[in-house]
């Protein structure tokens, strides 16, 4: 099997298409690397990129793209609606095949690293590459956002994982981690109760005591007349799609109410799906390896 | 995603290693293909070989190896236990993803045409390229073997359905088709009575009534001192692997017994599983698109 590591950076660019595509172009231009899709939003003025390949080209493709968006964006004219620090937000790199999640934490330190060097924007590890476990929240790497971090960084619980104490002059400041794959999967129900919903979600996200890694709440469907618990499964080997989907069926039963069907929005690896099939099939041993389609190079 | 043919030919040679890597070297050559597997089995005297790919290269590489076997192969010296009428006994060409059986029902023709005219060895159409009903079955053809479709292939039931009314001299006639990929799928009972598994093995299997494309038996497990219903699932999307599985539960629950595992023995197309994953978390819409792995090129 190959290997495959997924990289989702965000830059601070939503509403000027010629500066996206200049930054696009630096990935396109990297070998080895697949551009999966990349959508831009005005409001948040804010282009979310998603891209995949073997580590060393990934990485690549990641310092580039932020050479050409320190170049292109300044922070200092930059406004819109989803926080930010700097002109490349945040870049994660995640594991999807053949990689380990070491592997992705030691990519997100060495780019972290590399951005500061050749750069000199400062940079932040968060999520499982956090040097301090405040860090592992990317919220908290960015309170205040990059006016206030311009003001604050000198501090020392705001002090850089790499390069200068000082915000760049227009680029402001990155954060670099390592995650798993989400997974947005919601669950529809055959009410039009919606505290039943949220009586669920509660039940089963990490937040109010549910299982770990999942973030979930209750959605009307207006036009369905139905309501949906709608999550994010932020670790499916941990926490398993079948697992918190077992569970809110049972939380629904005892309001007498079924599950009617659910959605998966969006990628999802391979493996959180064959994980699925395993259980519910209770296959004794499996190897990935057995997928006709993992045997091809 | 890449288009994927796999095609599974069986060539009635399993004690010489020359002659078949002879045969698989003509496979190697051809670009575009991936050779998965192949084994010999010298009681049988028969090598069954794994390739897939794109359907041009896969056309050309299934010609190839039966030139090179049929220059190789003689049938009026060949033994062994499995019933066999030619060197190249049987072609079958199967989609795995981004086509079409009727597609694979074109290639098995073409090649069967090509077979017939340009190495004079009478070829027949079967599985869903079946020209004729009773030639679906491979084991209608296959009747009497090489020693006596030899003698009755003039016969008008027995016309070849391409190619002369006469076996080749030395490499006897060859059997093309298509067909689905097959699931060799085994579900294990916590009892130790082996009349259990071959009721349910009755209850799910097409012959005694059960479900289309699914072929069960019993089998006792000495050394887990369990037994199992062991299958073949000839066509995963008309007859789903759960659909099956959940018959055997309630088939056992009926006895008392509860499935205690499964097994998946050999490949599994990355299809079969994710319809298992849709049906059990009543997934409402899905493409296999949304598999992230797919999207790579």
């Known amino acids: 099997m190959p290997q495959i590591v997924e990289c989702v950076p965000n830059i601070s660019e ?21 551009l999966l899709d990349y959508s831009s939003d005005a409001d948040h003025n804010r282009t979310v990129i998603t891209f995949v390949g073997e580590m060393e080209p990934v990485k690549e493709a990641a310092f580039r793209l932020t050479k050409k968006a320190v170049e292109l964006i300044d922070m200092e004219k930059h406004t819109g609606e989803h926080p930010r620090i700097g002109a490349v937000d945040v ?10 999640m070491e592997e992705c934490i030691a990519a997100a330190k060495e780019v972290a690293k590399r ?6 924007v400062p940079t932040y590890l968060y999520g499982e590459a956090a040097q301090r476990p405040e860090r592992r ?14 003001e604050e960084i000198g501090k020392e619980e705001r002090r850089p994982d790499f390069g200068p104490a000082k915000t760049h002059p227009t680029a402001g400041a990155t954060v670099v981690g390592a995650r798993m794959p989400l997974v947005a999967f919601n669950v529809n129900l055959d009410t039009d109760q919606k ?12 937040s109010s005591g549910g299982f770990k890694n999942v973030k979930a709440m209750g959605v009307m469907l207006e036009d369905r007349n139905q309501v949906q618990v709608s999550m994010n499964l932020e ?6 799609i079948y697992r918190v989907f077992e569970t809110i069926k049972r939380e629904a039963a005892r309001y007498g109410v079924n599950v009617v069907g659910s959605e ?27 997928v006709l389609e993992n045997r091809l190079k």
Do not use: C, H, M
């Open 14 to 34: 939503g509403r000027r298409p010629e500066v996206v595509e200049a930054v696009i172009d630096e990935i396109r231009q990297v070998e080895g690397v697949s």
């Open 91 to 100: 870049i994660p790199f995640i594991p999807i095949q053949g990689v380990e």
């Open 115 to 120: 951005i500061a060097d050749e750069l000199n």
């Open 137 to 150: 929240n990317l919220a908290n790497i960015r309170k205040g956002q990059y006016e206030a971090l311009k």
């Open 195 to 206: 505290w039943i919903a949220d009586k669920i979600a509660r039940a089963v996200r990490e």
């Open 235 to 240: 670790n499916y080997v941990k926490t398993p």
């Open 264 to 290: 998966i929005i969006g990628l999802v690896p391979q493996q959180a799906l064959i994980d699925v099939a395993e259980w519910y099939l209770q296959v004794e041993e499996f190897n990935s390896d057995q």
